[in-house]
């Protein structure tokens, strides 16, 4: 909708089953890209258990200090799906069933079926909007500048896809990638450095990662000027260069 | 070491790569297993970029609240790792090259290959002790209830490994997976609800998942008394059973 020169978010991801390991979260990580894409600068994510008091405490730190706050998990039908009274409870505003809301869920149920846990589903704290879905017609909502989507992926990822032409978003980062092959870390690291400290307005950051017995860094230039971006870049091809021609 | 009834930890992972999506964090969910198996009760992540007050503001909140608090990432010798310096500076103690760790590090390279940046490598707050690896020699450290590791997984594993005998356990959680299969979950809701208001002191989830077009359903009991799960988990397959027989 509108653009800023800088539009930043968290992401807070509820639920005790990450945790516990049991459930790897993948959402947050895809967040993390779609932002990106978007021109939304993600700056603290959170992963908090099913308790109210907790969440309650990160949506409101969150709210604080960020421009959007996207929440995932916990507003399904079971006693464990606590999010909206505990989102409610943060802004200070009633919850109640929705009629918009229980309109969506009967799309997709008969009457007969919307029993008591169903209708759950239906509670939304006054004030809020409505986020659809997609996939099981049970939406999420927007309140204030959080966003309340549901744990499941593929719900989630429509639920995003349906928030993100009304979000406000900044200039788009572009990131240039450059492989450090089997260049120590140590070896490249006072170079970057000074690099890193001629241009304070990007963000350059060295990546290794360890397989087959050996190192293998990259080394990741990002910001929102691509021809700063594309210059550091050509300078650390260059001293990347030159730091192996040395070795030779 | 020493055994009590619960024992609690946070993880606090450290990195821009993460928030930008480039990488996708795997260190919080093997910590959250790791933990889960020896006796740990993992409460809250959290990341942040590499940002100086970021982390200390992390740290302090997170080393109050919980028994440890385990980080990952920022310790190599590039100018975007901070995290030594950021963690002295909320602990309020100085920082300066440990001799310990200086041996450490020539047992893999030569003096002469000991240049600044690597040199940053052996940087640890007053009053910490070292948490070796098997794979760098670079080690983390551990002050006060903070642990300090690697942000690549081999590393940082085997930095826990090293710790792990070292620190504080409670009972371990035990843990019962219920198929729901295709029972929707708003039909076992109100049910479950029961089983989980007699049981205040399991954790009981439901946790849909949506794939091949529908959703499959799992319930998960978990507590630190084996009958009392057991028990719940019983009462959990019979109301199942008892909501299948009903539909046919």
Redesign the interface.
């Given at each position: 909708m509108t653009q800023k020169a800088s539009v930043t978010a968290a992401v807070l991801?509820i639920?005790?089953?990450?945790?516990?390991?049991?459930?790897?979260?993948?959402n947050?990580?895809y967040i993390?890209?779609?932002?990106?894409k978007i021109g939304i600068d993600?700056?603290?994510?959170?992963?908090?258990?099913?308790i109210a008091a907790?969440i309650v405490d990160a949506v409101n730190a969150l709210r604080q200090r960020y421009d959007y706050v996207f929440t995932t998990g916990g507003i399904?039908?079971?006693?464990?799906d606590i999010t909206a009274d505990a989102v409610a409870a943060a802004f200070g505003v009633p919850i109640s069933e929705d009629p918009r809301a229980l309109r969506l869920l009967l799309e997709r149920?008969k009457p007969a079926?919307l029993?008591?846990?169903?209708r759950?589903?239906a509670r939304v704290p006054h004030g809020a909007e409505l986020v659809e879905n997609d996939?099981?017609k049970a939406p999420g909502f927007w309140i204030g500048n959080v966003i309340v989507m549901a744990g499941?992926?593929?719900?989630m990822q429509s639920m995003l896809d349906r928030v993100a032409p009304k979000l406000a978003t900044g200039a788009k980062?572009v990131?240039r990638t450059i492989e450090a092959g089997a260049l120590f870390?140590?070896?490249y690291?006072?170079g970057?450095?000074e690099v890193?400290?001629k241009n304070p307005e990007l963000?350059?950051?060295?990546?290794?990662?360890?397989?087959d017995g050996g190192?293998h860094n990259q080394i990741?230039v990002?910001g929102k000027d691509a021809a700063k971006v594309a210059a550091a870049a050509e300078a650390i091809e260059a001293l990347l260069s030159r730091l192996v021609n040395e070795r030779v």
């Open positions: 991801v639920g005790d089953e990450i945790l516990s390991g049991r459930t790897k979260d993948a947050s990580g993390a890209d779609y932002l990106a993600l700056r603290e994510m959170r992963v908090v258990g099913d907790e399904g039908p079971t006693h464990d149920m079926e029993n008591e846990a169903r759950r589903m996939i099981s499941v992926p593929a719900i980062v990131a870390e140590g070896t690291a006072a970057l450095g890193a400290a963000s350059i950051g060295s990546y290794p990662s360890f397989h190192f990741v990002r």
